[in-house]
């Protein structure tokens, strides 16, 4: 099976068994590592995450995968929190995490309010409106930054 194919199946079959849990699918990795071939799920819930949560996901979805038959040979699965960097991936995370702080990078140099030219925005994120991400800049600036302008979007840890 191709790899779209196989992340594509994958991705159905996960956030089938994740929201039979109450979770959701942050993130789904499926890449080879060194000479090994690893599948990587990365999932959340309101509350965060436990070892418990990511041991249930790991045995739930092992099975299915082995009954489906999706992937060839030897890989390793892996199941895991996002972390306090977590990714911002979807248009729901971007309501989800409005009043938290950000790291945006954009493939472009994009303007700020204030007409400076960037392609990575810190901030408060304030929010996505018609397909435009809202951030209020460290610096006192904000910015409107396009959906698809966003190369990759985090949360931020706060010390």
């Known amino acids: 099976m ?4 196989v992340v594509s199946r994958v991705t159905e079959l996960a956030e089938q068994v994740l929201s039979s849990l109450g979770m959701e699918l942050v993130e789904l990795e499926y890449k080879h590592e060194g000479r090994e071939l690893v599948l990587r799920l990365f999932i959340d819930k309101e509350g965060g995450v436990t070892l418990d949560d990511c041991e249930s996901v790991s045995r739930d979805l092992s099975q299915i995968l082995e009954v489906e038959d999706i992937i ?10 996002p972390g306090l960097d977590r990714p911002l991936k979807k248009g729901s995370d971007y309501e989800k995490y409005a009043g938290r ?8 140099a994009l303007a700020d309010d204030a007409g400076n030219k960037r392609k990575t925005f810190l901030g408060e994120l304030k929010g996505l409106k018609e ?23 985090n949360l931020e840890f706060e010390f």
């Open 131 to 153: 397909g435009q991400v809202h951030i209020a800049l460290k610096e006192g600036q904000s910015a409107v930054i396009p959906l698809d302008k966003i190369a990759k979007a």
């Open 72 to 81: 060839t040979g030897h890989y390793r699965f892996e199941v895991s929190s």
């Open 2 to 5: 191709a790899k779209v194919d």
């Open 101 to 108: 702080l950000v790291k945006i990078r954009t493939f472009e």
